[in-house]
């Protein structure tokens, strides 16, 4: 089952700087949600596992990301990704284009790609609007996590009751949920109802 989906994003960064942060293999697969391990390959190639909530199915994809094309004049890439569901419920291929164009004074990214579902995974491809809500959350959060990347962190002084609080009290590790969880879950239902009642 095949679905082309394009999606877009803006950042107040400029587009050089998004795309250098782009051809960062690693780092930009950091940013990712639901990604549970990467591991670089190359400059242009990485490795990893990602982790996706669909409504009762969770999914765990393994698979590769490989630059296959980029253009710094343009600011311009394609890039081949392929995964299989480590319990063998399907596979999953991309073909993805992505381009950084100037708006503003920051920038915006066009995502566009033509997704090849296989295995139980491909009854999602059957309602392309499932399809684009998820690709959609997806690149969002990307989004935000990218602009995090390059914000300024702000540390605020700590008293010495909140010294002694944090050293008693260390910082949880990153949380590495898998992407989905009730809200996606709950926009993925909605955007499949109402594709079947549009039909009826």
Partial sequence: MASHVTCQFNLSLPPQQVWDALKDVVGVAHCFPGVMSVEALDERA????????????????????????LDDANWC???????????????????????????????????????????????FGRAK?????????????????LEAKFAPPTVA???????????????????RAPVGGFGLAWRT???????????A
């Fill in 46 to 69: 990485c490795k990893g596992v990602v982790q996706v909530r669909l409504g009762p199915m969770q999914l765990e994809f393994a698979g590769q990301f490989l630059y296959t094309e």
């Fill in 77 to 123: 890439a394609t890039a081949d990704a392929h995964g299989q569901d480590q319990r063998g419920r399907g596979r999953a291929e991309s073909k993805i284009l992505l381009k950084v164009l100037p708006e503003g004074t920051g920038s915006v990214t066009t995502v566009e790609a033509k997704t090849e579902l296989s295995g139980t995974v491909a009854q």
């Fill in 129 to 145: 609007s499932v399809i684009q809500a998820v690709a959609e959350t997806l690149i969002g959060s990307f989004a935000k996590n």
């Fill in 157 to 175: 002084p700590l008293a010495v009751t909140d010294l002694q609080r944090t050293a008693d009290n260390p910082p949880a590790t990153a949380n």
């Fill in 189 to 199: 239902l909605t955007h499949w109802f109402r594709g079947m009642f549009s039909r």
